[in-house]
T-cell receptor, first 114, second 111 residues
Framework: NAGVMQNPRHLVRRRGQEARLRCSPMKGHSHVYWYRQLPEEGLKFMVYLQKENIIDESGMPKERFSAEFPKEGPSILRIQQVVRGDSAAYFC????????????FGPGTRLTVT | GENVEQHPSTLSVQEGDSAVIKCTYSDSASNYFPWYKQELGKRPQLIIDIRSNVGEKKDQRIAVTLNKTAKHFSLHITETQPEDSAVYFCAGFQAGTALIFGKGTTLSVSS
């Protein structure tokens, strides 16, 4: 059973460009969470999704950030018009149905904005 | 909302010693408390967890204790080894929300 997959692992964008981060949950998992980790800090919750539904986006900045989890394909976190402050590691986690607290993390995407 | 405080932020021990990391939470509705270990450049990995109806849980050299009245929980690592060196995160969870993490403890085990 493959674990949570994220790609790309490293992403470099210039200020003003768009960043697209992808997450494929573990097989059988229907919940996806996105977290952001700034250097030497903890993980901050951004958004919680189920297939075709955003359940909780209270941790996501109101502007430039969006997330989706379509019926087919991976979950995508999209950051428009990136700024240097967006540089961070973005982790996706997934959990099985009915066990939302048992979250397994992907390897992360390290975004660098130059 | 929930707030999780973790301390110490750094902890250095000699190989074979015990290490204790403590966390407090603010919302009594939180009912699940996992601990994650993150090695440099790697993903956070769940190492042990405890639910609010349990006071203590052990898994080989690691244990977690929970005091619901005081709203704090602790990670205990005995007989530490160099490979235990990592950043450890505690978290709290309430049904319908996401994990709320502490800021992490960097554990260094020297041989």
């Amino acid at each position: 059973n493959a674990g949570v997959m994220q790609n790309p692992r490293h992403l470099v964008r210039r200020r003003g460009q768009e960043a697209r981060l992808r997450c494929s949950p573990m097989k059988g998992h229907s919940h996806v969470y996105w977290y952001r980790q700034l250097p030497e800090e903890g993980l901050k919750f951004m958004v919680y999704l189920q297939k075709e539904n955003i359940i909780d986006e209270s941790g996501m900045p109101k502007e430039r950030f969006s997330a989706e989890f379509p019926k087919e394909g991976p979950s995508i976190l999209r950051i428009q018009q990136v700024v240097r402050g967006d540089s961070a590691a973005y982790f996706c986690a997934s959990s099985p149905p009915g066990v939302a607290y048992e979250q397994y993390f992907g390897p992360g995407t390290r975004l660098t904005v130059t | 909302g929930e707030n999780v405080e973790q301390h110490p932020s750094t902890l250095s021990v000699q190989e074979g010693d015990s290490a204790v990391i403590k966390c407090t939470y603010s919302d009594s509705a939180s009912n699940y408390f996992p601990w994650y270990k993150q090695e440099l450049g790697k993903r956070p990995q769940l190492i042990i967890d405890i639910r609010s109806n349990v006071g203590e849980k052990k898994d080989q050299r690691i244990a977690v204790t929970l005091n619901k009245t005081a709203k704090h929980f602790s990670l205990h690592i005995t007989e530490t080894q160099p490979e235990d060196s990592a950043v450890y995160f505690c978290a709290g969870f309430q049904a319908g929300t996401a994990l709320i993490f502490g800021k992490g403890t960097t554990l260094s085990v020297s041989s």
